[in-house]
């Protein structure tokens, strides 16, 4: 089975700070992706970036990296200089690749961020 | 359009009451999500179709959701006898997914949020 935890509620960054939400995972899969959306106040789902079990790098987008730790299984998203429009719920995402699984993707809690000006 | 369209965008019915959601996913996407998400929660899945494949329904929170997909394109959810625990906004996705490219992001249309009274 596939779980994912994302164990912070809510956080609060400064503007221009960079912020890290936390991302834990299990899975038996030989191989997954992980994937990070936000979901701002309006309430669309905007992909943010993926990141592959086997992938050598840690996968980067602009401001958002992804910290990938497999031997922890973790997938922390990173936001570098924290804007006001960052503001918003964040989800961490999973599709495993194993024969068991369907490809079905599943979400986190969520986290909820808050840039302070 | 373009992108993945849901309707309705609001439904408001009552309790016992049965509804239908439809989701039109962006042509050409072999992929279909369908997930529930409850005010400030995360994303429950549903249900989830890929091409031909049966659809994998283990997210079904009980035998009165059921859906189905259409010619591969048109999906409709469905909920019998409606009960106040239902209401929540219903998130569909669809992506590009084929075992070949297993990193398909998910693109979501703005949701159908349900009511029941």
């Known amino acids: 089975a596939q779980k994912i935890t994302q164990t912070q509620p809510g956080m609060f960054v400064q503007e221009k700070e960079a912020v890290t939400l936390d991302c834990t995972y299990d899975t038996s899969d030989p191989s997954y992706g992980l994937f990070w959306y936000k979901q701002p106040s309006s309430g669309e789902m905007i992909f943010l970036i993926y990141q592959g079990s086997y992938d050598q790098q840690n996968a980067t987008e602009g401001r958002y990296s992804l910290n990938f730790q497999k031997a922890r299984k973790s997938a922390n998203l990173v936001i570098s200089a924290s804007q006001l429009g960052d503001s918003a719920m964040y989800f961490c995402?999973?599709?495993?690749?194993?024969?068991?699984?369907?490809?079905?993707?599943?979400f986190g809690q969520g986290t909820t961020l808050q840039v302070k000006p | 359009g373009a992108g993945v369209s849901q309707s309705p965008s609001n439904k408001v019915t009552e309790k016992g009451k049965d509804v239908e959601l439809r989701c039109d996913p962006i042509s050409g996407h072999t992929a279909l999500y369908w997930y529930r998400q409850s005010l400030g929660q995360g994303l429950e899945f549903l249900i989830y179709?890929?091409?031909?494949?049966?659809?994998?329904k283990s997210g079904l929170p009980s035998d009165r959701f059921s859906a189905e997909r259409t010619g591969g394109s048109v999906s409709t959810l469905t909920i019998q006898r409606t009960q106040q625990e239902d209401s929540a906004v219903y998130l569909c996705?669809?992506?590009?997914?084929?075992?070949?490219?297993?990193?398909?992001?998910?693109?979501f249309g703005e949701g159908s949020r349900l009511t029941v009274l």
């Open positions: 179709f890929q091409g031909n494949s049966a659809p994998d």
């Open positions: 996705a669809s992506s590009p997914l084929s075992t070949a490219s297993w990193a398909g992001e998910l693109f």
């Open positions: 995402a999973m599709r495993g690749h194993g024969s068991s699984n369907t490809g079905k993707l599943i």
